[in-house]
T-cell receptor
C-alpha cells in the first residue's frame, strides 16, 4: 500500500517560531503537495513539487516555503509562525497525471496550533 | 482558472437510503480527471471514485457511482444503501493531465466539501 507519512499529528508552536512540517512517501511519486484545510474553505494548495528541487507556488504561498532535497521527502516551512497559520496541513503525493495512476494519496494531516 | 463548486455544505441520509452529492466545475479543457474523496473523522483523505473526462461511461465502485455530465460540467456522487461508516466530509476534485516533468497542472483543485451525516 502507498504510504504518505506526516511527522506529527498535533503540533503547538509559539508565534515567531520557525516550524518544520515533514512528509515522506514510499511510492516513488514525482509529485508532492502541501495543502491547508480550514472549515468552510476546503483544501487550498500552498506549494507543489513535481521533481527533486523543483517547486511551484500554489494559491496561498505567503508565509511558507518548501524544500525537496530527496524524491521521497517534502518539507513545509513556516518561517515565522503566526496565529493565522493555525490550521490543518495535509501532505499528498502522486504520479504525474499523464497515466491512469492519477490519484493523489494523502497523509494523516498535522493539526498545527500557533499560540 | 479552474474552479470546483459543491453547493451543499451539509447533507443527511437515513441508513440504507440513497443520497446524491452535487459538484460542478468550470474549465476550458477537454481532457481532465475528476475525483471524489472521503475524509472520515479520523482525517485521512481516501479516494472514493475517479472519472476520466474522455470516458462517457459513468464510473462505479460498489455502492458508489457518479453521474458525469460533461457538457453541463457536473459530477455528482450517488451513495446507495448508505451505511454509518459513510459519514464523512466528501470533497470533489478536478485535475488536468500533467505534462511529464513539468508544470503546475498536476495539482488537485478541491471544492469546499459536503459533510454527510448518516442517521441510524
Amino acid at each position: 500500500d502507498v504510504k504518505v507519512t506526516q511527522s506529527s499529528r498535533y503540533l503547538v508552536k509559539r508565534t515567531g517560531e520557525k516550524v518544520f512540517l515533514e512528509c515522506v512517501q514510499d511510492m516513488d511519486h514525482e509529485n508532492m503537495f502541501w495543502y491547508r484545510q480550514d472549515p468552510g474553505l476546503g483544501l487550498r494548495l500552498i506549494y507543489f513539487s513535481y521533481d527533486v528541487k523543483m517547486k511551484e507556488k500554489g494559491d496561498i504561498p505567503e508565509g511558507y516555503s518548501v524544500s525537496r532535497e530527496k524524491k521521497e521527502r517534502f518539507s513545509l516551512i513556516l518561517e515565522s509562525a503566526s496565529t493565522n497559520q493555525t490550521s490543518m496541513y495535509l501532505c499528498a503525493s502522486s504520479f504525474p497525471g499523464t497515466t491512469m495512476n492519477t490519484e493523489a494519496f494523502f497523509g494523516q494531516g498535522t493539526r498545527l496550533t500557533v499560540v | 482558472a479552474q474552479t470546483v463548486t459543491q453547493s451543499q455544505p451539509e447533507m443527511s441520509v437515513q441508513e440504507a437510503e440513497t443520497v446524491t452529492l452535487s459538484c460542478t466545475y468550470d474549465t476550458s479543457e477537454s481532457d481532465y480527471y475528476l475525483f471524489w474523496y472521503k475524509q472520515p473523522p479520523s482525517r485521512q483523505m481516501i479516494l472514493v471514485i475517479r472519472q476520466e473526462a474522455y470516458k462517457q461511461q459513468n464510473a462505479t465502485e460498489n455502492r458508489f457511482s457518479v453521474n458525469f455530465q460533461k457538457a453541463a460540467k457536473s459530477f455528482s456522487l450517488k451513495i446507495s444503501d448508505s451505511q454509518l461508516g459513510d459519514a464523512a466530509m466528501y470533497f470533489c476534485a478536478y485535475r488536468k493531465p500533467q505534462r511529464l516533468y513539468g508544470g503546475s497542472q498536476g495539482n488537485l483543485i478541491f471544492g469546499k466539501g459536503t459533510k454527510l451525516s448518516v442517521k441510524p
